[in-house]
């Protein structure tokens, strides 16, 4: 999964969507659509993403840090489940935007079992239009990824 998140094959993975659940003030899912471009795998045990500042879901990652990251495909769908350690980092030139940490705990993968026979995802979650990776939002999204918190 590091690989996949790594960002290391954007271009082919830039229109996946990859939900994020947090968890609400009354202990409620509370689900996030983000796209490859938002999240990246620093380390087998770091995720960064890049989310809106204000937004419910970075309150709820202030408030009870417990987040769960889909990488739903047709081959598989995996649980990345995390704990925010730090953040909301603003992004210098796009304060609304706020980096955060996050420490996989565990990953676990769910695949067709043969009793299901065969039945499966058939293609991935996507987002149309891709995102421009000349855009200034999408560079300071991608630098401060690739940075980390000293962004």
Not at 15 to 30: A, I, K, Q, S
Request: charged share 25%; with cysteine.
């Amino acid at each position: 999964m590091l690989t996949r998140l790594s960002q290391a094959d954007l271009a082919r993975h830039l229109d996946r969507v990859l939900p994020l659940l947090t968890v609400d003030g009354e202990g409620r899912p509370h689900p996030m659509l983000l796209s490859a471009l938002e999240v990246r795998a620093a380390d087998p045990e770091t995720i960064r993403i890049v989310i809106g500042a204000r937004s419910r879901s970075a309150g709820n990652l202030l408030e009870r840090q417990a987040a769960t990251l889909l990488v739903v495909e047709p081959e598989r769908v995996v649980y990345v489940k995390a704990r925010a350690t730090d953040g909301p980092f603003p992004l210098a030139r796009f304060p609304d935007l706020g980096l955060f940490v996050l420490r996989v705990e565990e990953v676990l993968e769910d695949a067709a079992a043969e009793w299901e026979g065969g039945m499966r995802i058939t293609g991935p979650l996507c987002y149309a239009p891709v995102p421009d990776l000349d855009a200034p939002r999408a560079r300071a999204t991608l630098e401060a990824l690739a940075r980390g918190p000293a962004s």
